[in-house]
C-alpha cells in the first residue's frame, strides 16, 4: 500500500515542486498562473474529458444504477456545499460556486485512477470516466453558470426575471468549450464514431497536457504564500475526504452495487480535490487563497483517507 500511494502522489508532488520552484527562481510570475490556468480550462481539460467520453464503452455509459450513485455522490455533496457556503460562511453566489466545485471535484484521473487501477484493474476506470461525465455534463456547467450569475449581480445595472438570466447564463455556459466539447465526446461515444487517428493523436497530445500543467500552475500559484489551515479549509478538506465517500457509501448500499462498484465510487468519494477546480478558483480570481490551501492540505490528508478506505474496502 505504501508503494502504491507514493507512485500515485510523487508525480503530483513533483509537478507542483517544479512550479514552485520556477516562482522563486524567478523563471515566472506568480501571476502567470492565470494564463496556465486558461490554457487548462479553455483547451487541455475539454480536450482530455472528450477523449475519455469519446473512448468509453457506451454500454458501460448507460450503467444506471452506477451513474445514479455517482450521481448522488458527486452533485449531492455539491448542493451541501452551496448551502453550507451560502447560509452558514454568507458567501456570494460566485464564491459559493467555486467552494462547492473544491468540495465536490474529486481529482479521479490523476489522483484516483492510479489507484484504482492497481486494487481492481482495468474495470476501474469505468468510475473515473464516468465520474467525469457527470462533472463535465452537470457539476462544471453549473458551477460556470453560477459563476456567470455572480458576475452578472456585480456588474451588471438592469436585471431581467429570474428566468431570464438563468437561461441566459446556462446558454453562455454551454458554449464553453469545457461544457460543449466533452458533450460532444458522450454523444459520439453513443453512436458509435470514432475520430481518424491522426485527429485523436493530435487531441491527445493536447489532451495529456492538462494534469501536468494545471499541477505546475498550482505550485506556481503556492510560491510566495503557505497553506493556511482555517475553518474554512477544514470544512473544505471535511466534505470532500470525508462526507463525499459517506454520501457515496450509502447511495452505493441503497442501490445494491457490486462490491467492485462500491469499492470504485467510495475510493473516488475519498480522492482529494481535483487541481482542475482550484484552475477555475484562479481564472475567477475568487476564493484562490482558500482554494490552493484546501487542495494543497486535502491532497495531503487524502493520502490517509484513501489508505483507511482502502484497507476497509479490502
Not at 490554457?39 to 487541455?44: E, G, N
Not at 454568507?90 to 492510479?114: E, N, V, W
Not at 453562455?172 to 458509435?192: C, D, E, F, Q, T
Request: charged share 10%.
Amino acid at each position: 500500500m505504501p508503494i502504491l500511494l507514493l507512485s500515485s502522489l510523487f508525480p503530483l508532488v513533483f509537478v507542483m515542486a517544479l512550479g514552485w520552484l520556477s516562482g522563486k527562481l524567478s523563471y515566472m510570475k506568480r501571476d502567470d498562473a492565470t494564463v496556465l490556468a486558461t490554457v487548462v480550462i479553455r483547451f487541455a481539460l475539454p480536450l482530455s474529458l472528450f477523449l475519455g467520453a469519446l473512448h468509453t464503452d457506451p454500454a458501460k455509459i448507460q450503467n444506471l444504477s452506477f451513474m445514479a450513485v455517482l450521481v448522488i455522490g458527486l452533485m449531492g455533496s455539491y448542493l451541501l456545499t452551496l448551502c453550507i457556503a451560502r447560509f452558514v460562511f454568507r458567501h456570494d453566489i460566485k464564491t459559493s460556486a467555486i467552494q462547492s466545485l473544491i468540495c465536490a471535484f474529486p481529482d479521479m484521473a490523476y489522483f484516483g485512477a492510479p489507484v484504482l487501477a492497481v486494487l481492481i484493474g482495468p474495470e476501474g476506470f469505468l468510475g473515473v470516466l464516468i465520474g467525469n461525465l457527470i462533472t463535465s455534463v452537470l457539476m462544471i456547467p453549473l458551477t460556470i453558470v453560477l459563476i456567470r450569475m455572480g458576475d452578472n449581480n456585480n456588474g451588471s445595472a438592469e436585471q431581467g426575471s429570474l428566468r431570464g438570466m438563468i437561461l441566459q447564463n446556462l446558454l453562455k455556459a454551454v458554449r464553453n468549450p469545457i461544457v460543449w466539447i466533452p458533450i460532444l465526446g458522450v454523444v459520439m461515444s453513443l453512436a458509435g464514431i470514432k475520430l481518424p487517428e491522426l485527429l485523436s493523436s493530435s487531441v491527445e497530445m493536447m489532451g495529456k497536457t492538462a494534469g501536468g500543467i494545471s499541477l505546475f500552475a498550482l505550485g506556481l500559484l503556492f510560491f510566495g504564500e503557505s497553506p493556511t489551515l482555517n475553518v474554512h479549509t477544514f470544512t473544505n478538506i471535511s466534505l470532500k475526504n470525508v462526507i463525499q465517500p459517506a454520501i457515496m457509501a450509502a447511495a452505493g448500499l441503497a442501490f445494491g452495487l457490486s462490491h467492485t462498484l462500491m469499492q470504485q465510487v467510495v475510493i473516488i468519494g475519498a480522492t482529494p480535490s481535483a487541481i482542475a477546480a482550484g484552475m477555475f478558483a484562479v481564472r475567477s480570481d475568487t476564493y484562490v487563497e482558500s482554494a490552493s490551501s484546501s487542495i494543497l492540505l486535502g491532497t495531503a490528508v487524502g493520502i490517509v483517507t484513501e489508505g483507511v478506505i482502502i484497507f476497509m474496502l479490502s
